[in-house]
């Protein structure tokens, strides 16, 4: 029997985010769905944008079990379904993500970041959000072939719907998760990217709050796993 893995993709990007994870996948084990979350993609008008409602569009779109994949916001998303369900996640990938930002000023302030760049958002093309999206220092050294991947899914966003995700679901507007992570006992891999320090030291802390985590770093990748180093998200998948 087919094994389905559930993919969900990070903030601006759509479900095509993992086609070059889908295509390395085992097609004789796995069977794979990527949803475009709320306010992004086509799912773009969706509303309300919540963690609530990404829940429950997961949830309906899966097999009473599955394989739970998660990037950055995905990965945030992820830790809400397998904690609403978690009789139905047999395993957890989390890639280069985070439980949420504990102190409480410096989620406003992310908060207030957030809603700055949704300002922006609300009155920008999308070539001009991806083009301030793709210019954070979190995601310096992307090689060019990557990039290229990643700027032509950014595309197939909608700029006042990626305003909207960002005052749903940004990371200024979630609950953080820690202190519910011994919650999951099912098999987690936490996957980062060795010059992604930031998200090293968030997957150092996910893998030691999660009862059954292991941490991989994969070497010389950076942030965006999904596109720059797609087999060691598939590995990672294989793993569990």
Same mark, same amino acid.
């Given at each position: 029997?087919?094994?389905?893995?559930?993919?969900?993709?990070?903030?601006?990007?759509?479900?095509?985010?993992?086609?070059? #994870?889908?295509?390395?996948?085992?097609? !004789?084990?796995?069977?794979? #769905?990527?949803?475009?979350?709320?306010?992004?993609?086509?799912?773009?008008?969706?509303?309300?944008?919540?963690?609530?409602?990404?829940?429950?569009?997961?949830? %309906?779109?899966?097999?009473?079990?599955?394989?739970?994949?998660?990037?950055?916001?995905? @990965?945030?998303?992820?830790?809400?379904?397998?904690? *609403?369900?978690?009789?139905?996640?047999?395993?957890?990938?989390?890639?280069?993500?985070?439980?949420?930002?504990?102190?409480?000023?410096?989620?406003? *302030?992310?908060?207030?970041?957030?809603?700055?760049?949704? #300002?922006?958002?609300?009155?920008?093309?999308?070539?001009?959000?991806?083009?301030?999206?793709?210019?954070?220092?979190?995601?310096?050294?992307?090689?060019?072939?990557? *990039?290229?991947?990643?700027?032509?899914?950014?595309?197939?966003?909608?700029?006042?719907?990626?305003?909207?995700?960002?005052?749903?679901?940004?990371?200024?507007?979630?609950?953080?998760?820690?202190?519910?992570?011994?919650?999951?006992?099912?098999?987690?891999?936490?996957?980062?990217?060795?010059?992604? *320090?930031?998200?090293?030291?968030?997957? !150092?802390?996910?893998?030691?709050?999660?009862?059954?985590? !292991?941490?991989?770093? #994969?070497? @010389?990748?950076?942030?965006?796993?999904?596109?720059? %180093?797609?087999? %060691?998200?598939?590995?990672?998948?294989?793993?569990?």
């Amino acid at each position: 029997m087919l094994t389905t893995v559930v993919l969900l993709h990070g903030f601006a990007g759509t479900g095509r985010a993992w086609d070059q #994870v889908m295509a390395r996948l085992d097609r !004789e084990r796995y069977t794979a #769905v990527a949803p475009d979350l709320r306010g992004h993609g086509g799912a773009r008008d969706q509303r309300p944008v919540s963690f609530a409602g990404c829940v429950q569009d997961v949830l %309906a779109a899966a097999p009473a079990r599955f394989v739970l994949c998660g990037y950055s916001l995905g @990965g945030r998303i992820a830790l809400h379904v397998a904690l *609403a369900a978690p009789e139905r996640v047999e395993a957890l990938v989390l890639v280069a993500t985070t439980a949420g930002i504990e102190d409480t000023g410096a989620r406003a *302030a992310r908060r207030a970041d957030d809603e700055a760049l949704a #300002v922006f958002a609300d009155t920008a093309t999308i070539e001009q959000f991806a083009d301030r999206w793709a210019a954070q220092p979190l995601f310096a050294g992307t090689p060019p072939d990557a *990039a290229r991947i990643w700027r032509e899914d950014l595309l197939r966003n909608d700029p006042h719907a990626l305003a909207a995700a960002l005052r749903g679901f940004g990371s200024g507007s979630m609950a953080p998760l820690w202190e519910r992570l011994g919650e999951l006992t099912m098999p987690v891999t936490v996957l980062v990217g060795e010059r992604d *320090a930031k998200f090293v030291a968030l997957g !150092e802390r996910l893998a030691g709050a999660l009862p059954e985590a !292991e941490l991989v770093v #994969v070497p @010389g990748a950076g942030h965006g796993l999904p596109r720059e %180093a797609p087999q %060691a998200v598939v590995d990672a998948i294989a793993r569990r």
